[in-house]
Nanobody
Framework: QVQVAESGGGLVQAGGSLRLSCAAS????????MCWYRQAPGKQRELVAR???????NYGDSVKGRFTISRDNAKNTVYLQMNSLKPEDTAVYSC??????????WGRGTQVTVSS
């Protein structure tokens, strides 16, 4: 069994910052890709950022230059530093990990609300 748990969401004013964390635990030997997704009410889920085990990253166009993804392989944890937040960043942010090729696990998500 693998458990994935996000933390760090909350309410912040526009222009502010938040740091999300996602920790994986359980039967884990190693984790390949780790991703952050988000879904706003009435919208499709979108990829926010992805990081491979070796540290290569890519970002959604709407967050480039403002968000930074990082990971600590020893702790099976991925982070998302979010700066210069905008009201349109308001969403539920969920973590997705690839334990093995084609084997993915999701967390339940954490709410991020940015007020104008």
């Amino acid at each position: 069994q693998v458990q994935v748990a996000e933390s760090g969401g909350g309410l912040v004013q526009a222009g502010g910052s938040l740091r999300l964390s996602c920790a994986a635990s359980g039967s884990i030997f190693s984790i390949n890709t780790m991703c952050w997704y988000r879904q706003a009410p009435g919208k499709q889920r979108e990829l926010v950022a992805r990081i491979t085990r070796s540290g290569s990253t890519n970002y959604g166009d709407s967050v480039k230059g403002r968000f930074t993804i990082s990971r600590d392989n020893a702790k099976n944890t991925v982070y998302l530093q979010m700066n210069s937040l905008k009201p349109e960043d308001t969403a539920v942010y969920s973590c997705n990990i690839e334990r093995a090729p084609g084997l993915y696990y999701w967390g339940r998500g954490t709410q991020v609300t940015v007020s104008s």
